[in-house]
T-cell receptor, first 116, second 114 residues
Framework: GAVVSQHPSWVICKSGTSVKIECRSL??????MFWYRQFPKQSLMLMAT?????????EQGVEKDKFLINHASLTLSTLTVTSAHPEDSSFYICSASKASPRDTQYFGPGTRLTVL | AQSVTQLGSHVSVSEGALVLLRCNYS??????LFWYVQYPNQGLQLLLKYTSAATLVKGINGFEAEFKKSETSFHLTKPSAHMSDAAEYFCAVLGGTSYGKLTFGQGTILTVHP
C-alpha cells in the first residue's frame, strides 16, 4: 500500500490562466500532504505543508496567494497555480504521510506544468 | 537547521560492479534519513529509511545504507549494479520540526554501463 496519484500528469497553459493539480492518496488516509517543486536538473524544494481541514503552512519565499493549497479531505489535496507565468513552469510533486507529519512520505508521480 | 550533501552529481559504474552513493547530513536533532530514487519524469520512490533503530538499513532492490553518526554519513550501496538501477538518487533528512520537513540533497545520477 501507500500509493499516491497526481492529476494531471502534464499540463500546458497560457500565461495568466490558473491551473489546478490534484494529489490523492489512493489506499490510505493522509494526515499531512506536502507540495514540492523541482526545476530541471535540480533537487526538490518544499513549497508548503497541508493538513486536512486547516490552512497550509508555506515555506519562506513561496507566495501563498499564487500557490493556493486546499486539503479538503484525508485523501485529497489540490494545488492551484493562479495567474501562471512562464517562470512557474516546473515539475510539481506531492507527497503524503500516514500517521504523522514525521512519518515516511510517499510521493506522487509528479505534474509537469508548462506555461506559454 | 538541516542540510544534506551528496558527493558526486554523477556516478558511473559497470553492470555487476559495486554501487556507492555518498550522503552526508547535518542536523541539530537525531535525524531520520531517507534514500529515494527518481526515474525520468516520475515521482520519488522510497528505497530505504533510517529512524534510529539498526544502523545498517536494508531497502528494496538490493540497496542498503549505513548510518554513521561519527561521520554524519548515510551512504547508499549495492553490491552488484543492474542496468535497471540507472536513475537519479536523492538522500533526504527529516528534521526536528513537528511538521516534518524533508530536506533533500542535490541528487546523484547513476549511470550503469553494460
Amino acid at each position: 500500500g501507500a500509493v499516491v496519484s497526481q492529476h494531471p500528469s502534464w499540463v500546458i497553459c497560457k500565461s495568466g490562466t490558473s491551473v489546478k493539480i490534484e494529489c490523492r492518496s489512493l489506499d490510505f488516509q493522509a494526515t499531512t500532504m506536502f507540495w514540492y517543486r523541482q526545476f530541471p536538473k535540480q533537487s526538490l524544494m518544499l513549497m508548503a505543508t497541508s493538513n486536512e481541514g486547516s490552512k497550509a503552512t508555506y515555506e519562506q519565499g513561496v507566495e501563498k496567494d499564487k500557490f493556493l493549497i486546499n486539503h479538503a479531505s484525508l485523501t485529497l489535496s489540490t494545488l492551484t497555480v493562479t495567474s501562471a507565468h512562464p517562470e512557474d513552469s516546473s515539475f510539481y510533486i506531492c507527497s503524503a504521510s500516514k500517521a504523522s507529519p514525521r512519518d515516511t512520505q510517499y510521493f506522487g508521480p509528479g505534474t509537469r506544468l508548462t506555461v506559454l | 537547521a538541516q542540510s544534506v550533501t551528496q558527493l558526486g552529481s554523477h556516478v558511473s559504474v559497470s553492470e555487476g560492479a559495486l554501487v556507492l552513493l555518498r550522503c552526508n547530513y547535518s542536523s541539530s536533532v537525531p535525524p531520520y534519513l531517507f534514500w529515494y530514487v527518481q526515474y525520468p519524469n516520475q515521482g520519488l520512490q522510497l528505497l530505504l529509511k533510517y529512524t534510529s533503530a539498526a544502523t545498517l538499513v536494508k531497502g528494496i532492490n538490493g540497496f542498503e545504507a549505513e548510518f554513521k553518526k561519527s561521520e554524519t554519513s548515510f551512504h547508499l550501496t549495492k553490491p552488484s549494479a543492474h542496468m535497471s538501477d540507472a536513475a537519479e538518487y536523492f538522500c533526504a533528512v527529516l528534521g526536528g520540526t513537528s511538521y516534518g520537513k524533508l530536506t533533500f540533497g542535490q541528487g546523484t545520477i547513476l549511470t550503469v554501463h553494460p
